[in-house]
């Protein structure tokens, strides 16, 4: 499934790290393919590994302002709550599906198990 963790880029000029990201998604996950090839405005820089749950495709927005998570729904949301890490607590992150059929407000110290929670509520 296809899941976005995002802020609005336009409330802030705040813009997340793909360095800083990498070395926190390698410290989670050891088999850690990194991609650094521009593609698309939506894939700028990517990360590829295999969690609980199956193989992860993460792709770093170009604009700084989140990521795109093709995964389980409980690895998504532990990548979303990795980019919280990240953020400023005054920038709100979203965490989201492809459809928008859902939205979940990422705090900080979210965890995974918080967010599969949220979702499951609003579907």
Do not use: K, N
């Not at 000029?13 to 991609?35: F, G, K, N």
């Not at 990548?79 to 928008?100: K, T």
């Amino acid at each position: 499934m296809s899941f976005m963790a995002f802020f609005d880029g336009a409330a802030t000029t705040w813009r997340a790290d793909p360095a800083a990201l990498t070395s926190a998604i390698r410290d989670r996950w050891d088999d850690l393919e990194v991609d650094s090839r521009h593609r698309s405005e939506v894939a700028a820089y990517s990360w590829t590994f295999r969690a609980d749950d199956g193989p992860v495709d993460v792709f770093f927005a170009e604009d700084g302002t989140g990521l795109y998570v093709d995964a389980a729904l409980p690895d998504a949301a532990e990548v979303a709550c990795l980019l919280r890490r990240f953020v400023p607590e005054d920038v709100a992150l979203v965490f989201c599906d492809q459809g928008y059929s859902f939205d979940v407000w990422i705090s900080s110290g979210s965890t995974a198990a918080d967010l599969v929670r949220a979702v499951d509520a609003q579907t």
